[in-house]
């Protein structure tokens, strides 16, 4: 079956524009995460979903940055008034429950943004 | 909070040979999760083991085991008569049981030499 898809792979944009990133996770998949990931280092947690919810944001960096997952499947990533440190890899992964003992999240290419 | 520490930023392999990569964690919790991912230079994440830490016994995946140490809070990734397709980054990550975000250390470049 079809893997985590991302879209865009690549966006460039310049300082001051806003951007909306998509993630389209395994069907049948609950959760559904976004992390960031900056050259050379882990990616780092931003936030994630439970079928529409939103479970938890405390890692959203700032009032720039929104999630949303309206009807439970795709997500998208909107980052308000972008700035050259927003430049990074943005990652979204899935999983089939939240929680789950055997929950294992599932990766997405990635799309990786750069801000000029 | 939870931390994730993998403090060798690159390692080197002989093909065939076998390589320990370290990583240590932080945490309070006794119920959690750990994980190795793989990151290639197509930079795709992909998951290479995973540890309960309520089972005592090493999680073992092919080439791939595990050496936990919970009371040390170590948790080691062992790569068996390494291949050429082994050369990534590695990422370890910890995950709190009740809690879904995976915390990440920064990765750890392994070579492999033919």
């Known amino acids: 079956g079809a893997g985590v898809s991302q879209s865009p792979r690549y966006k460039v944009t310049k300082r001051g524009q806003d951007v909306a990133l998509r993630c389209d996770p395994i069907s049948g998949h609950v959760s559904l995460y976004w992390y960031r990931q900056a050259l050379g280092q882990g990616p780092e947690f931003l936030t994630y979903f439970n079928y529409e919810a939103q479970q938890d944001k405390s890692g959203l960096p700032n009032d720039r940055f929104s999630a949303e997952r309206p009807e439970g499947s795709i997500s998208t990533l909107t980052i308000q008034r972008t700035e050259q440190r927003d430049s990074a890899m943005y990652r979204c992964?899935?999983?089939?429950?939240?929680?789950?003992?055997?929950?294992?999240?599932?990766f997405g290419p990635g799309t990786r943004l750069l801000v000029l | 909070a939870q931390t994730v520490t993998q403090s060798q930023p690159e390692m080197s392999v002989q093909e065939a040979e076998t390589v320990t990569l370290s990583c240590t964690y932080d945490?309070?919790?006794?119920?959690?999760?750990l994980f190795w991912y793989k990151q290639p230079p197509s930079r795709q994440m992909i998951l290479v083991i995973r540890?309960?830490?309520?089972?005592?016994q090493n999680a073992t995946e092919n080439r791939f085991s595990v050496n936990f140490q919970k009371a040390a809070k170590s948790f080691s990734l062992k790569i068996s008569d390494s291949q050429l397709g082994d050369a990534a980054m590695y990422f370890c990550a910890y995950r709190h049981g009740a809690n879904s975000k995976l915390t990440f250390g920064k990765g750890i470049t392994l070579s492999v030499r033919p």
């Open positions: 540890q309960e830490a309520y089972k005592q």
């Open positions: 945490t309070s919790e006794s119920d959690y999760y």
């Open positions: 992964a899935s999983s089939f429950t939240g929680t789950g003992a055997q929950e294992t999240q599932y």
